[in-house]
């Protein structure tokens, strides 16, 4: 069974660019987390879908983060306009009931220069 | 004050040995807690969920200290292939949906 992919893996793209990370779940699973770490710090919660649906976006940081799940499957979260802070690797993660079973994917690691 | 807190490490142990982390959080609402993995440059995977009563998996032990809000790893006959770094995840936000991370205690095992 595939596991949950994420793509790109690397992005370089300079300040005040425009960037989309991806994220396909495990098939089936209505949970879609995202997840950042930034360089030296821990792992921190962005947002949670069910299905199509944002039940907590607390973790965004601010408005130039905006991400999407049409149909409920992949997962789409775009930077608009990048910042230097921004860099960091981007993790998605999904599961079928609530966040206990939660598998992640191998990250997007995102340099803004 | 962070959520969850980790010592960084590194710990570096030979082979054979015997080695713990701890991970102190700050919330005393939280009811579930996890130990992740983490490989260099690779995504954190689920070692081990922690139970109030403790869980054991082959050389792995987990343990919940309540009344003075840590979990524990222990890691015994360590292996080689244990070096990595280890996550503590607690459980939160308002209806527990999402995980509060420590740093990570980095573990190298050397021959």
């Known amino acids: 069974e595939a596991g949950v992919t994420q793509f790109p893996s690397h992005s370089v793209i300079e300040k005040g660019q425009t960037v989309t990370l991806r994220c396909d779940p495990i098939?089936?699973?209505?949970?879609l987390y995202w997840y950042r770490r930034v360089m030296g710090k821990e792992i921190k919660f962005l947002l949670h879908?069910?299905?199509?649906?944002?039940?907590?976006e607390s973790g965004m940081p601010n408005n130039r983060f905006l991400a999407e799940r049409t149909g409920g499957t992949y997962s789409t979260l775009k930077v608009q306009p990048a910042e230097l802070e921004d860099s960091g690797v981007y993790f998605c993660a999904s599961s079928p009931e609530g966040p206990f079973e939660a598998f992640f994917g191998q990250g997007t690691r995102l340099t803004v220069v | 004050r962070k959520e969850v807190e980790q010592d960084p490490g590194p710990f570096n142990v030979p082979e054979g040995a015997t080695v713990a982390f701890n991970c102190t959080y700050s919330n005393s609402a939280s009811q579930s807690f996890f130990w992740y993995r983490q490989d260099c440059r690779k995504e954190p995977k689920l070692l081990m969920s922690?139970?109030?009563s403790g869980n054991e998996d082959g050389r792995f032990t987990a343990q919940l200290n309540r009344a003075s809000q840590y979990i524990s790893l222990l890691i015994r006959d360590s292996k080689l292939s244990d070096s990595a770094t280890y996550l503590c995840a607690v459980l939160g936000g308002y209806n527990f949906n999402k995980f509060y991370f420590g740093s990570g205690t980095k573990l190298n095992v050397k021959p």
């Open positions: 098939s089936g699973h209505d949970n």
């Open positions: 879908f069910v299905k199509e649906s944002k039940q907590d």
């Open positions: 922690v139970y109030s």
